[in-house]
């Protein structure tokens, strides 16, 4: 007998199960804080209670030895070493360790794109005010046509003074999957270093971090891998890790043990912290891989179809061009709106009244993020195996009214 297949709509009602969010609401927000599953909040719970139990075993006896496991789950799934691989709280975290810890001159140039996130621009540029270096914008266009227009964007601002190239793998607030391996390449021919912020890759883009031949490379647990909130993690190439630090200084930084390198001494040791997050990464992987026949690969295909089609769906009930080619999306889709106020948002996070408007008479959760500068934004929608067609068609009738009101 064929098994009888399901709806989207019913698919969706049978994962979003797994879930504790809010049924009233229509959560199309993935992207920016994830969103954890019953499952492996409860496996971080069972790591709370076992801290719990016994305090001073847990954290002098047991932490190192299971910090080492997590590892292992995680770079097997990132596709590198794990004695390369350091846990810390999210991706701004790994930027801030790296940025932190490089020595730059007056005169150096730091480079970076228009695309990249707020709080990893404000930490290079934190950087060179301190060094006397200087930070160098890529304009990247938006709306876009190809990949290839990056690649001439960045490689338009390298010059001899170059140091470090800081580039999103997928941007934020442009939700772009950026042609990170042929940048990484190409910059490193020219002896350019290159950090990459990919808060958003991890479970959302096919991803071998060592592959992609950068140095230093950050990213997010709790976005698409659906970790608990706090995980993440740092990957340093092998030669560069005696230069990296990490931005709290502990009991690592002069330890006398040798069968650990210091790398991995001083980041795991920070302080007393709550590391169940990290200890949750493995439950986070293997529950999220099993929901679908084809793990992980079907599940990152099943997001990432549910988002081509809304945005073709939203593009058209807003009348604007499709504006970047189907190969520049993961799971999330930006699109153009018309201006919002001119005024600079009075939150470093979401202030745009639209988007409130959206969650109090519409139930629907989504970012309206302003892009380049205000009044200019955009509407970024995500799409996560709890999400059906018929949320984003009630986005696309409820932004028209919005607009036109």
Sequence with gaps: MRPVEQSPRQAAERWVEHWTLDPSVAFLNHGSFGACPKPVLEAQQRWRAQMERQPVQFFVRDLEPLLDTARVELARFLGV???DLAF????TSGVNAVLRSL?????????????AYNACRTSLEFVAERTGARVTVA??????????????AVLERVTPRTRLALLDHVTSPTALVMPIERLVHTLSESGIDTLIDGAHAPGMVPLQVRDLGAIYYTGNCHKWLCAPKGAGFLYVRRDRQPSIRPTIISHGANSPRTDRSRFLQEFDWTGTIDPSAYLSIPDAIAFMGGLLPGGWTELMARNRALVLEARRTLCAALQVPLPCPDEMIGSLAAMPIPDGSPEPPTSALYADPLQNALRARYGIEVPIVPWPRPPKRLVRISGQLYNTPAQ???????????LSA
């Design 81 to 83: 070493d794990p004695q």
């Design 392 to 402: 984003y068609e009630r986005l696309a009738e409820a932004l028209p009214a919005l």
């Design 88 to 91: 810390v709280p999210n991706a």
């Design 103 to 115: 020595a730059f001159e007056p005169g150096d140039e730091l480079l970076t794109t228009n695309h």
């Design 139 to 152: 304009e990247v266009p938006f709306p876009i046509d190809s990949p290839e227009r990056v690649i001439e």
